[in-house]
């Protein structure tokens, strides 16, 4: 997959509203783990505000000041793959270039 100049990654996915703080704790030490390693990589975990009192939705979000290229979008994928261990359903992927 190629990767437009200044591509973002976001990624949302839902969590059972009971396993959402384990969730987030293992998500935030991916993230911290990642940004270790890229430390330019900046990563972000958000929740969707308006949720009902059942599964809420996260989102995901990763950029680099020159973009995230094809090869570290796919290593990000590789290493994301399956966190949080304790969501319901897919993770969905979806990348973003800055309007010019």
Do not use: N
Not at 5 to 16: K, M, N, S
Not at 33 to 40: K, M, S, T
Request: with cysteine; hydrophobic share 45%; charged share 20%.
């Amino acid at each position: 997959m190629t990767s437009p100049a200044g591509c973002e990654l976001y990624v949302y996915y839902r969590v059972p509203a009971a396993q959402a703080a384990a969730a987030a704790q293992e998500v935030l030490s991916v993230q911290q783990g990642l940004v270790r390693q890229w430390p330019a990589l900046e990563a972000r975990l958000l929740r969707k505000a308006d949720d009902p009192a059942g599964p809420v939705t996260w989102m995901e979000v990763y950029r680099h000041p020159l973009g995230l290229d094809a090869d570290l979008l796919a290593r990000l994928g590789a290493v994301l793959a399956d966190v949080p261990s304790g969501r319901t359903g897919p993770r969905h992927e979806e990348h973003f270039v800055p309007h010019r």
